[in-house]
């Protein structure tokens, strides 16, 4: 089956991942199983490059960052939560235009529909 | 999972984020949030497969190329990212102890200080030179601000650049390593120390008697400086981190 590298998803990481979050706050591993999952394991990120994106976000307010303490079962670092803010959901509707644009418009280009 | 294994995830950690120009604190949460997520991903490929080199080649390609990773990482650092070296001072780190902390935050307060006072001697400087106010009064701030200065800004200023540079002589990369490099800072510290010691006590005793006894007084604080730089020069290396081998 063919997948959907990192190099075709440059650009749309950042909507991707604030709609992950729209599902409710979550840590990265978590954010990148979603969005493994809505992609129906056609995604194939380069995983590293999700938190790059997350630090992009959050300087910009889009989404905050809440530390989880480690407890019963879990050792080392804080774990850091990311959850979605007001900014952050009109970025993601905005997002979501945007993407339909793209897709419409692309479609009449490529997909010979008009 | 093992040390050594946990030291390998480390080493492609390393990779990416050692090459980043960001703060400390920066620093340290990238390091932490991708070892725990590829940790994790380490743990999933080994739920798959029993052997353990096979799964740590898997993660790492999951994780990507490290070159690449710096690049982004890089971008994502904001510009005022510099500015939060001055809250890395001020921040009570687990391990820390107290007279570290408070130390660094008398440093922070006075260059601060320092720098409103300098200001304001250059604001009004000029309104005192056209009303040919150069006496007593001035001669006193510009004691007082060559003072402050030197405590609080130039001696700290010294201090933490050479510390930061030994540190890296005995801590760093094993190629930059190099006792004698530390032993030579060390020395250059000491010879920094010595006469502006010397002369910042000179102006605040400003007495003739003021002579072989400054001389042995400020060897000693010069010495006793440099020593107390070795062991900042520890306590400022991550040097978990900073002692991994990066080479293949």
Known sequence: MK???????????????????????????????????????????KEGSLYPALYRLEAAGKVKVVKEQPGEGRRGAPRRIYRLTTKGRRELAKGREDWALFVRTMDAVVGGLA | ???????????????????????????????????????????SEMEQNTDIQAGMERAR?????PAKLTEELQQAVP???????????????????????FARLAVMVMT????????????????????????????????????????????PFIFISVAKRTGRALYGEPGQRSKWLAVRWILAAMLVFLPLFFWTF?????????????????????????????????????????????EN
């Open chain 1, 3 to 45: 997948t959907i590298d990192g190099d075709k998803l440059r650009g749309h990481l950042e909507t991707m991942v604030l709609s992950a979050l729209e599902r409710g706050e979550a840590h990265g591993l978590e954010i990148l199983r979603r969005l493994e999952h809505a992609g129906c394991g056609l995604l194939r990120l």
């Open chain 2, 1 to 43: 999972m093992n040390d050594s294994t946990e030291r390998e995830l480390m080493v492609i950690v390393e990779r990416a984020v050692r090459p980043v120009r960001a703060s400390v604190s920066r620093k340290r949460r990238m390091r932490e949030e991708l070892l725990e997520h590829l940790a994790a991903v380490f743990e």
């Open chain 2, 61 to 65: 390609r999951r994780f990507g190329d």
């Open chain 2, 79 to 101: 510009w005022w990212d510099r500015a939060n070296y001055i809250c890395d001072i001020a921040r009570l780190e687990p391990g820390d102890s107290l007279i570290h902390f």
């Open chain 2, 112 to 155: 601060i200080f320092f720098a409103v006072m300098l200001a304001l001697w250059l604001v009004v400087l000029p309104a005192w030179i056209a009303e040919g106010k150069f006496g007593r009064e001035t001669l006193f701030v510009a004691t007082g601000i060559w003072i402050v200065g030197m405590f609080f800004v130039v001696f």
């Open chain 2, 202 to 246: 000179a102006i605040f005793i400003n007495t003739s008697g003021w002579g072989v006894a400054a001389f042995w007084f400020t060897c000693f604080l010069s010495l006793t400086f440099s020593l107390i730089l070795l062991y900042f020069s520890r306590q400022s290396s991550d040097a978990q981190w900073a002692n991994l081998e990066l």
